[in-house]
């Protein structure tokens, strides 16, 4: 459920991007918000859940509007489906399980970010840098007894 504090700093956020303040638009920030690194399938599940019925369609359309304007970030790693998250802009990364998928916020070294400073930047101005760590998860490295 939407509350009035997210819902009116979503609107304001939505305004500053110059994008029309909407239910789908404020459904699904919510969602990303409250679920970090959602799949495309669960938005709409979280959407659906808020406000009924609503296309897929209209929940990409959102999701890229919202990604254009920088409130939030997609992020894919290697052989797995889009993700969202409204941590955006700080040059943060992420560690994936191997084995579920689970994945998690890993910040950027502290002091001086050296993953933004190229060896090699053939010309380019480096705004962000992306790593991904991967690993097996707390869950699925503890031994589950045999039932």
Do not use: K
Request: hydrophobic share 40%; charged share 20%; proline share 5%.
């Amino acid at each position: 459920m939407l509350s009035a504090m997210t819902t009116t700093a979503d609107a304001s956020a939505l305004r500053e991007a110059s994008l029309r303040v909407t239910r789908p638009r404020l459904a699904v920030l919510a969602a990303v918000r409250e679920h970090p690194h959602a799949d495309t399938d669960q938005v709409i599940g979280l959407v659906r859940a808020e406000l009924g019925t609503v296309s897929h369609q209209a929940v990409y359309d959102v999701l890229r509007a919202l990604s254009d304007a920088g409130l939030v970030r997609r992020i894919q790693p290697a052989g797995a489906t889009a993700r969202y998250e409204v941590r955006v802009g700080d040059n943060h990364h992420h560690v994936v399980c191997r084995s579920c998928g689970a994945i998690a916020d890993v910040d950027c070294a502290v002091g001086h970010a050296p993953c933004l400073t190229a060896s090699d930047s053939h010309g380019f101005v480096v705004d962000e840098a992306e790593v991904v760590y991967w690993g097996t998860c707390p869950t699925c490295t503890t031994p589950h007894p045999p039932q």
